[in-house]
C-alpha cells in the first residue's frame, strides 16, 4: 500500500518503491564507477482484456455482474444448470484451488490464466479437475450444481464475465 501500485503490484525498470524500515535509499559513493548496466528485454505488453473465453456450461444467465436494485454487488454471473451438467474450463490454464474451504462458494475452483487472469467456478457439485492440474479450453472441471457462479478476475480485480464471453 506505500507504494500505490496498483494489481496487479507489476514493478518495472527504474520504478522507485519505499521499503518500510529504510530510512533513505541507499548512496553510491561518488567516485565510483555506475555499475553497468545489463541487458533487458523490453516489457511485456499486458493484455487489457481478459483471455479468451469460451462458456463454461449453456444456460440462461440468471443473475448478472455489478450493482443490483437490491444492493448486492456481484462479483461474477450465474447460470442456470442442470445438475450434473459438465462445467468446462473457460480457458487453458492452471488450476490453482479445487476444493470447499471458502464459505458461501461450495465446490468451487480457480483457473489461473496468463497476465494475472483468474476464472473462477463456484457452487459446483462436483470437482473433476486436481489442484494443481493443466487444463486445456473446453476440459470438463466440474459438475454443475442448479447454477453455477462464474467469475473472471485480473488479480482482485473483478470483470463482467459477459464482456469477455462470446455471444449466444
Same mark, same amino acid.
Given at each position: 500500500?506505500? #507504494?500505490? &501500485? =496498483?494489481?496487479? /503490484? $507489476?514493478?518495472?525498470?527504474?520504478?522507485?518503491?519505499?521499503?518500510?524500515? &529504510?530510512?533513505?535509499?541507499?548512496?553510491?559513493?561518488?567516485?565510483?564507477? =555506475?555499475?553497468?548496466?545489463?541487458?533487458?528485454?523490453?516489457?511485456?505488453? @499486458?493484455?487489457?482484456?481478459?483471455?479468451?473465453?469460451?462458456?463454461?456450461?449453456?444456460? @440462461?444467465?440468471?443473475?448478472? /455482474?455489478?450493482?443490483?436494485? #437490491?444492493?448486492?454487488?456481484?462479483?461474477?454471473?450465474?447460470?442456470?444448470?442442470?445438475?450434473?451438467?459438465?462445467?468446462?474450463?473457460?480457458?487453458?490454464?492452471?488450476?490453482?484451488?479445487?476444493?470447499?474451504? &471458502?464459505?458461501?462458494?461450495?465446490?468451487?475452483?480457480?483457473?489461473?490464466?496468463?497476465?494475472?487472469?483468474?476464472?473462477?467456478?463456484?457452487?459446483?457439485?462436483?470437482?473433476?479437475?486436481?489442484?494443481?492440474? @493443466?487444463?486445456?479450453?473446453?476440459?470438463?472441471?466440474?459438475?454443475?450444481?442448479?447454477? &453455477?457462479? /462464474?467469475?473472471?478476475?485480473?488479480?482482485?480485480?473483478?470483470? $463482467?464475465?459477459?464482456?469477455?464471453?462470446?455471444?449466444?
Amino acid at each position: 500500500y506505500l #507504494n500505490r &501500485l =496498483p494489481p496487479p /503490484f $507489476d514493478v518495472g525498470a527504474g520504478d522507485r518503491l519505499v521499503v518500510p524500515g &529504510l530510512a533513505r535509499p541507499p548512496q553510491r559513493a561518488r567516485d565510483a564507477d =555506475p555499475p553497468p548496466q545489463e541487458p533487458t528485454a523490453p516489457p511485456r505488453a @499486458k493484455s487489457k482484456a481478459p483471455v479468451k473465453l469460451a462458456w463454461p456450461l449453456r444456460g @440462461k444467465v440468471v443473475a448478472r /455482474f455489478g450493482p443490483q436494485p #437490491n444492493g448486492s454487488r456481484p462479483d461474477g454471473i450465474d447460470i442456470e444448470a442442470k445438475p450434473g451438467a459438465p462445467v468446462r474450463a473457460a480457458a487453458a490454464g492452471d488450476v490453482v484451488y479445487a476444493g470447499d474451504d &471458502l464459505p458461501g462458494y461450495g465446490a468451487l475452483i480457480l483457473v489461473k490464466h496468463p497476465d494475472g487472469w483468474v476464472t473462477a467456478y463456484a457452487r459446483t457439485q462436483k470437482i473433476m479437475a486436481k489442484e494443481g492440474a @493443466k487444463v486445456r479450453q473446453g476440459d470438463v472441471i466440474a459438475e454443475a450444481g442448479a447454477r &453455477l457462479h /462464474f467469475q473472471v478476475r485480473r488479480g482482485a480485480e473483478p470483470a $463482467d464475465p459477459l464482456s469477455a464471453l462470446p455471444p449466444v
